[in-house]
């Protein structure tokens, strides 16, 4: 790649031309499928930070991403987040800055780009049926393997990590045995076992001995839709014999009281009592991994 088209590949998003911004740019404020916003919401200032939209070449496409980073120095740590189902909505932009007020490079890709705009849709099951049902997983490892390339160029050549919540949580998992390009991975309750298909041919209890990076999961007892068997079987994989050093190195974490979402602090599953303490934890295992995160205000 010349000088001159790896700078034009580094340019926001506005650089992008206009039939591509339309079908490849971000939701505002939150999705509208979500539940209503609660008064718990989190909003992290961009002060001293450079936050905003970018685009990613992506094969033949631009992949839109929420960047969010310290407006000054060079070598930040790199760490991916993974949207839930939502997209990349202002919970996982604010997430993104959180990250970035720690002295890291965050950034989120928006992963359904290509199936639709998860942001516009309001109907829960018409959104898991006609947009997250139908984006493979081999597409999202692409995807992820493109925004860590761009972001290595645009200075985040510290030690990289990736996170997500929910269907991202699944992706966390995916990626840590995906590539080798990570030095750690958080799994925020992400789903572990389901039936195999052709667009998810694996889950992460498929993939767990196989880890190139170790992951920590943060899963809630009270979850719904992911039982306590399912992270039982996986503990019991990531310490079987014969796994990975990666896999021997993760662990899993159950807040009791927890339910799903409990980290969403724009929604009525919102714990604080263990969402603030978990994000505490990530951190620590990022750092834990060599990603030269400061300290949080709440150490």
Not at 2 to 13: A, D, I, N
Not at 23 to 30: N, R
Not at 100 to 111: F, S, V
Not at 142 to 159: P, Q
Request: aromatic share 8%.
């Amino acid at each position: 790649m010349s000088f001159e088209s790896e700078r034009r590949s580094l340019q926001p998003m506005p650089s992008v031309e206009r039939r591509d911004f339309v079908k490849a740019a971000l939701i505002g404020g939150f999705a509208a499928a979500t539940v209503p916003v609660s008064a718990t919401t989190i909003q992290t200032s961009t002060e001293g930070l450079e936050a905003g939209e970018v685009a990613i070449p992506a094969g033949q496409d631009r992949l839109p991403a929420y960047r969010a980073r310290p407006r000054s120095g060079r070598d930040w740590p790199l760490i991916l987040v993974v949207q839930e189902i939502f997209g990349v909505h202002e919970h996982i932009r604010d997430v993104c800055r959180r990250f970035a007020r720690l002295g890291a490079y965050a950034i989120a890709p928006e992963l359904f780009f290509r199936q639709g705009n998860p942001g516009a849709v309001v109907d829960m099951q018409v959104l898991m049926r006609e947009i997250v049902a139908r984006v493979p997983d081999a597409q999202v490892m692409s995807d992820l393997d493109a925004t860590v390339a761009w972001s290595r160029a645009d200075g985040a050549t510290g030690k990289a990590g990736i996170t997500g919540f929910c269907w991202g949580g699944r992706i966390t998992w995916l990626y840590a045995a995906h590539s080798d390009a990570l030095a750690a991975g958080v799994a925020w309750y992400g789903r572990l076992a389901g039936q195999a298909s052709e667009l998810q041919p694996v889950h992460p209890v498929d993939v767990a001995a196989r880890l190139r990076v170790p992951v920590l999961g943060l899963y809630a007892g009270e979850d719904a839709g992911i039982p306590l068997d399912s992270v039982a079987t996986m503990r019991t994989v990531l310490q079987a014999e014969g796994v990975s050093a990666a896999a021997k190195g993760s662990s899993i974490t159950v807040y009791p009281q927890a339910k799903h979402g409990f980290h969403a602090d724009y929604r009525a599953a919102y714990r604080a009592e263990d969402a603030q303490p978990a994000f505490l934890a990530a951190c620590a295992f990022f750092r834990q991994h060599g990603l030269a995160l400061q300290n949080s205000t709440l150490d």
